[in-house]
């Protein structure tokens, strides 16, 4: 099973910035995209960003301009830079790897979520 440990989250005052860090454990393990996902209260979980293991970048319309998504494929890891963050991008952000032992293997592994909260 692919573990996937994320970290970076926390609180920021409006107009602040967070990293986040999200590491995927397991090697010999196949990966098509990695990506962050993010859930309010009382909302659905939507893609914030994500990135296929060729370099192709797919971004919430929300966030284009402030957030930037990049990934060490040597290292299994994905980063989220959020700059000038609003209040409006509260929520916990989950990191989602898809992929599989077989190279054809879409699956979807998510991490346990880590909360940012942007407040004054």
């Known amino acids: 099973q692919v573990q996937l440990v994320e970290s970076g989250g926390g609180l920021v005052q409006p107009g602040g910035s967070l990293r986040l860090t999200c590491v995927a454990s397991k090697t010999g393990f196949n990966i098509y995209s990695m990506g962050w996902y993010r859930q309010a209260p009382g909302n659905q979980r939507e893609l914030v960003a994500d990135?296929?293991?060729?370099?192709?970048?797919n971004y919430l319309d929300s966030v284009k301009g402030r957030f930037t998504i990049s990934r060490d494929n040597a290292k299994n890891t994905v980063y989220l830079q959020m700059n000038t963050l609003k209040p409006e991008d509260t929520a916990v952000y989950y990191c989602?790897?898809?992929?599989?032992?077989?190279?054809?293997?879409?699956?979807?592994?998510w991490g346990q979520g880590t909360q940012v909260t942007v407040s004054s």
């Open positions: 989602n790897v898809v992929g599989g032992y077989y190279n054809w293997q879409r699956t979807n592994y």
């Open positions: 990135m296929t293991k060729g370099g192709i970048a």
